[in-house]
């Protein structure tokens, strides 16, 4: 009995430690799907809107508090896909290749970015003069079947250190809740 009970305790403990791992912080926005809900941090002086995301392909968008979805200088989206393997980097391989046939001058250059307990899989995507595509391949591990999609378009000119620290807070404030989702 003093066996199932260390082992009790010991999954008690394991647990909790887990939870703590990958556990959002206080202020992070909980976006639901039909299927599936994550957690994602607004940064400050930039807001979450769940609202005008699906016009731009994701489940929740960020801009400058001060500007629209519409007129944002720097807007980050977060969309949640369906996986079909475990192969991220090749996900992301496969986004360059569709960027090289349809922007040929397109150049990928490395994009530093983290997040605490994902795997994350970057790069820049960069048609001089025109546009800068900042990309992030999220993989919340084989037990869950979402791979998240993290991007900042910006026009013309390169993201300043405050876009990239909102877009880096972004990407590593991003969790995973369930795919039992009930309102």
């Known amino acids: 009995m003093k066996t199932i009970a260390t082992i009790g305790f ?3 403990v394991l647990t909790t430690c887990m939870f703590a791992m990958a556990t959002p912080t206080r202020d992070a926005l909980i976006v639901y799907g039909e299927h599936f809900s994550f957690t994602v941090s607004q940064p400050q002086g930039w807001t979450g809107d769940t609202t005008h ?3 731009f ?3 929740i968008v960020f801009h400058r508090s001060s500007e629209t979805a519409d007129n944002a200088r720097a807007l980050i989206r977060v969309r949640i896909d369906t996986k ?5 980097a090749a996900d992301l391989k496969d986004d360059m290749a569709g960027y090289r046939k349809q922007y040929p001058d397109v150049e990928f250059q490395k994009v530093s970015v983290s997040h605490p307990t994902y795997p994350v899989f970057s790069k820049i995507f960069v048609v001089s003069g025109s546009f800068y595509e900042y990309v992030v391949y999220l993989n919340p591990g084989s037990k869950v079947p979402y791979l998240f999609s993290v991007s900042m378009n910006k026009q013309t000119n390169r993201a300043t250190s405050d876009e990239l620290a909102a877009f880096q ?4 404030s991003i969790y995973f809740l369930t795919t039992e989702v009930k309102r």
């Open 10 to 12: 010991a999954v008690i």
């Open 53 to 55: 995301a699906e016009r």
């Open 57 to 59: 392909g994701a489940n």
């Open 84 to 88: 079909v393997d475990e192969n991220t």
């Open 169 to 172: 807070q972004v990407v590593a």
